[in-house]
Every structure is written in C-alpha cells, then in structure tokens.
C-alpha cells in the first residue's frame, strides 16, 4: 500500500493535461471579450456627386449670381443634417452681419483664397434659379436629385452656410461631401466657374 502512494507518475500527465486544457479556455475566452467587446466603427456612405454648373457673379452686390449645381450621380442616400458641403476657390466671402460697404471696409472684398461651409443640405437654394430647381426628397439626398447653392444663402442662421461668398469666374472650385459622424470625406468634384 506504502507503494501505491508513492508512485504518481500516472497522476501527472492527467492534472498536465487538465490544467492546459483549462488554460487554453481561458485563453479563448479572453480574446473571444477583447475582440466580440469593441463595435467596428461605422463607415461613410458612398456617393458620386458632381459639379454640374458653376457661376461667378461679376459685381460683388449681385450675390444671387453666384450659383453652384451639385448632382447626386449614384451611391448611398445622404441625409440632410449628416452631410456637409465645403467648397473652397478664389473669391471673396463675408460674414451676413456685415454688408458690401463693410465687408469692402474690412478688406474682405479683396479676392483670395475662400472656404465656404454648408453644415447641413437645408441650407441649399430652393425653387428655380437658372433654370435649376432645387430637388430633395425630404430630408435626404439621392441619386439624381440636384442641390443648388448660392452666394446669397451664406451667414443666414437657417441654412446652416457660414458665410456669403462670390467666386471669381475663370477660378476653379473644389467642392468637398463630408459625412458628420464620421468625418470621413463621401465625394470630392472640381469644376471652373463661368461667368454668368
């Protein structure tokens, strides 16, 4: 019986095994909560949007002159208030607490390098202007519907536009389809500016 007690080499392999099995898991499920436990992040919509006219009004009073037709060509629909439109060119942009007489003032009439920031699509011209009509189908963008903007909608607290702007004709301009929560860009499309 002394014997029998002392001899263990049958009891290793067996805890050996038992306790690698249980290591192994607890591995598994370690990595299973790390992995299973972080969300992916979400993606951008996809969309082809396109300049289809761009206009440069010649004095800087006649903002409604200044007209930028964007077209939705394809792709995921955007949504009015998680889309935003940045366009950037030469021209000359001010605030809408200021008029001409001020902005000439300030200097701001001088043409350099502008951005113009939409934060949402409701901020876009309705109704027709140069024989374009604003189409949206509620509160969201889709394939082949059209966005105009003009240099008059800016600084106005509704539209979402931060400034009024005017764009040298003969300029290109790079208009840049942002997603807000994500952040990441959905389209970028350049065209010159004609005058009109």
Do not use: C
């Amino acid at each position: 019986m002394k014997k029998l007690f002392k001899n263990d080499m049958a009891v290793s392999p067996v805890i050996g095994a038992t306790l690698m099995m249980g290591m192994t898991v607890i591995m598994i499920s370690a990595v299973a909560i790390s992995v299973l436990g972080f969300s992916l992040p979400e993606s951008a919509p996809q969309a082809k949007i396109v300049v289809l006219e761009a206009k440069g009004g010649l004095t800087p009073t006649d903002l409604d002159e200044n007209l930028i037709v964007l077209r939705h060509k394809g792709g995921d629909t955007l949504t009015e208030n998680e889309t935003k439109i940045i366009i950037r060119g030469r021209g000359t942009a001010y605030p809408d607490t200021m008029n001409v007489t001020e902005a000439t003032a300030a200097g701001l009439m001088n043409p350099q390098d502008i951005t113009v920031e939409y934060r949402h699509l409701r901020g876009t011209h309705h109704g027709t202007h140069y024989g374009y009509e604003q189409i949206l189908d509620g509160n969201s963008w889709s394939a082949g519907e059209v966005v105009s903007l003009l240099g008059e909608d800016g600084g106005d607290s509704s539209n979402g536009s931060d400034q009024k702007w005017r764009f040298n004709a003969s300029t290109v301009i790079t208009v840049t389809i942002i997603d807000v929560s994500t952040n990441e860009v959905i389209a970028v499309s350049q065209a010159p500016v004609k005058a009109p």
